[in-house]
């Protein structure tokens, strides 16, 4: 018609993007692995269709998993090119991981103190500096943050209440110290 203008709602590609990756997706994406367990010292697991989908990702039977269970989540949850880019800085050692995404060059993806749902959490050693842990971040609320984590327990453990505590070089029982958070952008 004529005179008349239509109205478009303009939405950034950024923001759709975002809108996709929501904690919805997320705890989707993990709710058919919570309790999932580890059978003999990072030998295999009681889900054999879930260790068969770790093994296509290059995790290997003895190796720690942490790390692995977050790429895991990553790959069902992110799409396109954030999916490759991804799934190329990820190792089976939480702290080379750290330091992939750290010096990543994409853009997808930033190294924050700030978590965010979807966001994975790493941990290092506090006594060995070249080891550590990660977990995916489900909830951030005042104070603390929930994850879900593989190899916790031996076992895909869920709802695990963490305290901000990366400010302090104190470490938490497990000997742990947090870092920081891999945040989708």
Not at 15 to 44: C, P, Q, W
Not at 73 to 97: H, P, Y
Not at 123 to 137: C, P, R
Not at 148 to 173: L, M, S
């Amino acid at each position: 018609m004529p005179g008349k203008l239509k109205k478009y709602w303009y939405v950034p590609v950024g923001a759709i993007s975002l809108l996709l990756l929501s904690s919805k997706s997320v705890r989707g994406v993990v709710a058919k692995t919570i309790d999932i367990k580890e059978i003999g010292n990072d030998a295999g697991f009681s889900n054999k269709s879930f260790e068969a989908e770790l093994k296509k990702l290059d995790w290997q039977p003895g190796w720690a998993w942490c790390v692995m269970y977050t790429k895991y989540v990553w790959s069902k949850w992110l799409k396109g090119k954030r999916k490759e880019a991804a799934m190329k800085l990820f190792s089976a050692n939480s702290q080379i991981t750290w330091n992939n995404f750290k010096n990543d060059k994409s853009g997808y993806f930033e190294v924050s103190k700030t978590p965010k749902v979807g966001s994975i959490a790493i941990w290092q050693g506090y006594y060995n500096k070249a080891t550590g842990h990660a977990g995916i971040v489900t909830k951030v609320e005042p104070g603390y943050f929930e994850t879900i984590e593989g190899n916790y327990g031996n076992k895909v453990e869920d709802g695990i209440k963490r305290k901000y505590n990366y400010y302090t070089p104190t470490p938490a029982p497990e000997n742990l110290v947090l870092i920081g958070f891999i945040n989708v952008r």
